[in-house]
């Protein structure tokens, strides 16, 4: 009896150090990303595109001689559940780093646990300018509302659409707030006149009031801080109302998504990107065919970014190895990477300056404009 339980006991004890084992042979990353909700598309390329980024690290041999494997959990677009994902991430010992998540408001939301614990969070889409000088450890690549909103103002309303007068409606969230203030700020310095902004909640199905108030200002254009489903929407309800208002928005529009929900509604709107997908390089050109062979749709903007981010996060842990302090030093040192959505070079406090192009809906696809 007391031979069995020794034997017993013996084999527990292997069994550990062989899952151990196991374990000490991968790179274990975090994804925190809106793999269900409203945001599902955004979080589903997110996935995608670290995964082909990894499997094709992993085909070279991994990183220092490990694996890569990345640890995704569904956040829904939640800054609730992002907080929680990001408490188990940080005492998860065997996770060294993590990328994620995909609304500025979700990553600040976790931005201090990260912070606290000494985890990178590398996002490849929160573009508030408050998120990265949030904390040490807060890296974002996709540029601030700072360049963009500006941009969208100048370069889109005043000079490509030709617009005196634009309104504004935005999601009322840290995102949606940030991206309306940066737009506003800068038409109001250009001349460019804005006639009302009208914030809406998120989950928000009928713009029809915010709508009719807008209308009575007479704007040339209307300018929609918005995701892709609540811009379908809009676009839809104002057809319905039988008013052309010319339609700009911030990038988070750039989505297939955008196309089939909203249909012709959308046709004719403007927004801006620094990726696109007539892009002749031949390392934009595989990833998207190589994107689009695993989803059967094309990767938009925010899919992109997520690759770029897991590839320098890659090359971060290369040069570091696997202490989550020093990998946050080797990310923050990292300078001229050339991915497939451009240069990227981190600011001191952990952003990124982007060079933006004009692209719309002709036709039910993204057309290129002009490109600067």
């Known amino acids: 009896m007391r031979k069995a339980l020794v ?3 013996f084999a527990v004890l292997l069994l550990g150090t062989v899952g151990l084992a196991q374990v000490s042979e991968v790179v274990r990353i975090g994804l925190s990303a809106p793999i269900t909700g409203n945001y599902a598309e955004y ?3 997110f996935q995608i595109s670290v995964q082909m980024a990894a499997d094709e690290i992993n085909a070279k041999g991994g990183i ?5 494997e990345f640890v995704v959990m569904d956040s829904k677009g939640d800054p609730k559940e992002s907080a929680l994902i990001a408490q188990k991430f940080v005492e998860d010992q065997t996770i060294v780093a993590q990328i994620g ?3 500025s408001t979700c990553c600040l939301a976790a931005a201090p646990i990260y912070e606290r614990a000494g985890m990178v969070q590398l996002s490849p889409t929160a573009s508030s300018p408050d998120f990265a000088p949030s904390g040490k450890y807060m890296f974002g690549i996709v540029g601030t509302q700072d360049a963009e909103g500006p941009f969208n103002a100048k370069n889109i309303a005043q000079d490509y659409m030709g617009l005196k007068s634009v309104a504004v409606v ?7 707030v940030v991206t309306k203030d940066r737009f506003v700020k800068a038409a109001e310095a250009i001349g460019l006149r804005v006639t009302t902004s009208q914030p809406f909640l998120e989950g928000e199905k009928d713009f029809t009031a915010i709508l009719t108030r807008i209308r009575q200002g007479n704007p040339e254009g209307l300018f929609i801080a918005a995701m892709y489903n609540e811009t379908a929407s809009i ?4 057809k ?3 008013w052309n208002v010319k339609m ?3 990038s988070s529009v750039f989505t297939a998504q955008l196309l089939t929900l909203g249909g012709d509604a959308v046709e004719g709107l403007v927004t801006n990107a620094f990726f696109i997908l007539t892009d002749p390089d031949p390392k934009v050109q595989a990833y998207i065919k190589e994107f689009e062979a695993r989803a059967k749709r094309f990767p938009n903007l925010h899919a992109a970014c997520a690759y770029d981010a897991a590839w320098i996060l890659f090359n971060a842990i290369e040069k570091a190895g696997f202490n989550r302090a020093a990998i946050r030093d080797a990310l923050a040192a990292t300078k001229g990477y050339m991915g497939v959505t451009g240069e990227i070079t981190f600011t001191p406090v952990g952003d990124v300056v982007r060079k933006y192009k004009i692209i719309a809906v002709e036709k039910g696809e993204w057309v290129l404009k002009r490109g600067f």
């Not at 220092?64 to 890569?68: A, H, L, P, Q, S």
């Not at 935005?170 to 949606?176: C, E, M, R, T, V």
């Not at 676009?235 to 104002?238: D, G, H, S």
């Open 170 to 176: 935005f999601i009322n969230n840290d995102w949606g």
């Open 248 to 250: 700009l928005a911030p």
């Open 235 to 238: 676009a839809r309800q104002l």
């Open 240 to 242: 319905r109302m039988g």
């Open 64 to 68: 220092r001689g490990r694996k890569v």
């Open 43 to 45: 979080g589903q390329n």
């Open 7 to 9: 034997l017993t006991v």
């Open 101 to 103: 998540d995909f609304t």
